[in-house]
């Protein structure tokens, strides 16, 4: 079965800090992975799509990384602002068939001034 | 561009009765989506359609169903609610084209319909 994990389930840092979340796969056969944004009460906001020979990205302060070897991402975000505070989402989708991805539960960041 | 709008932002339905969720992107985007949101779960697939006349069921098709009959709008109806529909919907859309293939391209999102089915 394919399934997305994410950890930590929520997390609290200080303007200015960084921080890493982490995501973990079983989805295979593998097509790319995407981190989105989520704000409370909004829709999700794409951040990075990474492919299989793409081990790294970023956006702005944002960056992203795949292994694709050990099936673990990570997000890292530099210099946290408040306006970083939501829940960040890891999918996978898996090559072939029918387009069905895998959303993880999502990291819930909180940023204290 | 207004992007991605859902209507309504919310409703409350009795178990049994029928409603559309309405979608419509202004981007000219073939791929359109449905999700639902549970609290604390994951988004799950309900439809998607890769252009007009042309739909295909995602991991929860179950009670709902879909057309497309532009490019612009995407509906999503529930035709007997059950309190296990109640949910956040989000539509969202995405270009063709680039790396291709369905899922591989940005999607674009609404602001979401909130939905209590009692």
């Known amino acids: 079965k394919n399934q997305v994990e994410q950890s930590p389930q929520s997390l609290i840092i200080l303007e200015g800090k960084n921080c890493t979340l982490q995501c973990n796969y079983t989805v295979s056969p593998f097509s790319n992975l995407r981190w989105y944004k989520q704000d409370t009460g909004r829709g999700p906001v794409s951040l990075t799509i990474?492919?299989?020979?793409?081990n790294t990205k970023s956006n702005g302060r944002y960056t992203a990384t795949l292994d694709a070897d050990t099936k673990q991402s990570s997000l890292h975000i530099t210099a946290s602002q408040l306006s970083d505070s939501a829940s960040y989402i890891c999918?996978?989708?898996?090559?072939?068939?029918?387009?069905?991805?895998?959303f993880g539960r999502g990291t819930s960041l909180i940023v204290h001034p | 561009n207004a992007g991605v709008t859902q209507t309504p932002k919310f409703r409350i339905l009795k178990i049994g009765q029928s409603m559309t969720l309405q979608c419509t992107q202004d981007m000219n985007h073939n791929y359109m989506y449905w999700y639902r949101q549970d609290p604390g779960m994951g988004l799950k697939l309900i439809y998607y359609?890769?252009?007009?006349?042309?739909?295909d069921k995602g991991e929860v098709p179950n009670g709902y169903n879909v057309s497309r009959s532009t490019t612009e709008d995407f509906p999503l109806r529930l035709e007997l609610a059950a309190p296990s529909q109640t949910s956040v919907y989000f539509c969202?859309?995405?270009?063709?084209?680039?790396?291709?293939?369905?899922?591989?391209?940005?999607?674009?999102f609404g602001p979401g319909t909130r939905l209590l089915v009692l």
């Open positions: 969202a859309s995405s270009s063709s084209g680039g790396a291709g293939g369905v899922g591989r391209e940005t999607q674009y």
């Open positions: 999918v996978v989708s898996a090559k072939g068939g029918s387009y069905i991805p895998t």
């Open positions: 359609s890769v252009g007009a006349g042309i739909t």
């Open positions: 990474m492919t299989f020979s793409e």
